[in-house]
C-alpha cells in the first residue's frame, strides 16, 4: 500500500494565502520522514490544484491510499458537504484506491496549546 497525504485549504484570490499553504505542505512533508509516501495539497476554490486534481496527481505517482486532511477550524459547509463531495468524485473514477477524510484541523486534541504557544506570554 503507497499511502499519500493531500492537506486540503479553501483557496484565495490572494496568491500569497495560496503560497502560505504550499510552503506549510513542503514544511509537513520534511517533518514527515517515511510515514507517507507523497504530501501535497489541493484547494476547495479559487486557486489550483482543486481538490480532484491534487487527488489525481498522487494516484499518478502511485498511491494507493490517500488521507484528505482539511485544513479548516470548523465544520462549516465546506468540511461538512463540499469537500466530501469533491472527495466522493474521484473515489467513483478510482475504486481500487481508498481515499478517506480525516478529521479537520480544528478538532485536533493540539489545539488548545496551539493557540496559547501563538498567543504567547501576556505582558
Known amino acids: 500500500m503507497i499511502h ?15 503560497d502560505e499553504v504550499r ?6 512533508r520534511e517533518s514527515a520522514g ?3 509516501a ?3 495539497c489541493a484547494f476547495l476554490e479559487l486557486a489550483p490544484p482543486s481538490i480532484p486534481d491534487g ?13 484528505v486532511l482539511p485544513y479548516f477550524l470548523a465544520a462549516g459547509r465546506h468540511v461538512a458537504e463540499d469537500i466530501p463531495a469533491e ?3 474521484t473515489r467513483t ?27 504567547g506570554t501576556p505582558g
Not at 499518478?60 to 490517500?66: D, I, N, P, S
Not at 484506491?97 to 496559547?116: C, D, K, R, W
Open 93 to 119: 473514477m478510482h475504486p481500487n484506491v481508498t481515499i478517506e477524510i480525516a478529521p479537520y484541523l480544528g478538532t485536533s486534541e493540539a489545539m488548545p496549546g496551539l493557540l496559547l504557544e501563538t498567543a
Open 38 to 40: 507523497a504530501i501535497d
Open 55 to 67: 487527488l489525481e496527481r498522487l494516484i499518478e505517482r502511485g498511491a494507493t491510499h490517500v488521507t
Open 4 to 18: 499519500a497525504l493531500l492537506v486540503v485549504a479553501h483557496g484565495s484570490r490572494r496568491a500569497e494565502s495560496n
Open 34 to 36: 517515511d510515514r507517507f
Open 87 to 89: 472527495v466522493e468524485q
Open 23 to 28: 510552503a506549510l505542505t513542503d514544511r509537513v
